[in-house]
């Protein structure tokens, strides 16, 4: 495991300073700490973007980078909806500067959780870095001689998720004078294919749903979620609004922001999200089917 005080970070091939870095996640660490008792934090990947408003750690109106973040935090209590409340501490506080993506677990959690999940946890534990806290031994989480991975399972739940998927959004399209319903549909199928990216590629289906998280947890190994929905402009912004439709949406939203021509422009950026990661889902399977021939 390397040590923080060893990584770097890039921006556009020019490397900032570690005491930068440090500053970062001090300040991320420092929110977190207020709020909630951790008992290691482990980081599994980071990105960074720029941006032109206002720097809030360096207190500077020049361009800022945006650091992201995803991060295994381990807690022996996990109050209700702590990893959304959790992300968007740290978003608000620091001005959307930092952004974190939380997988939160309690020890019991990890060590009951199925062998596909074990592996994640194991992965994420040894190969990212430990960012606070006591490192914990793998066997007292029982993440030692895991069997190996179950393949034909990832593969099953996986094509079933695109099954899904495919179903919703095809849906979608007879509906767009009907936009909530449309968006709701939407909503569903983007989700499907999230969950079908992360258990394909990490083996993971996460216990927090929120449709801006998921993207942001693919993000993690495909550029196609940010490069879709993630693009930080006020359309982009408007899409991801009305992609979040829920059930409470259905039940209490006004139509007024869900207009057809939105809800067009949405399924279009939708099915170019399909076409997109189809190809990235069926690869990722091959490898996985070639990696356990060998």
Known sequence: MEPLSKITISSNGNY?????????VDCFLTILKQHDTISALYCFGKRITQSSKQSFIFNSYKRKDIYEFDLLLITKELPINATANLMDLVK????EEIVINLICHTPKQIATSSNIHRHFFASAIQLGWLVYGKPYELALLKLTN??????????SYTQTRLKI????????????????????????????????LLYAFIGYHPNHFHIRYMLALCNHFTKIPRETFLQNTANGKEL????STSYHDLRFKSLERY???NIETLYNT????KT????????????LAIQKNN
């Open 270 to 273: 939708s099915l170019e999200f």
């Open 165 to 196: 998927a495919a179903y919703f959004l095809s849906s979608a399209a007879p509906v767009f004078k009907e936009p909530l319903l449309a968006a709701y549909y939407l909503h569903t199928s983007i989700e499907q294919y999230c969950l079908g």
């Open 240 to 243: 991801l609004s009305l992609l």
């Open 16 to 24: 900032r300073e570690v005491k930068s870095l440090q500053q970062v």
């Open 259 to 261: 207009r057809e021509a």
């Open 92 to 95: 608000k506080e620091t001005h």
């Open 276 to 287: 997109k990661i189809i190809p990235v889902i069926q690869e990722q399977l091959k490898n």
């Open 146 to 155: 895991l069997p190996e991975l179950d393949i034909k399972a990832i593969t």
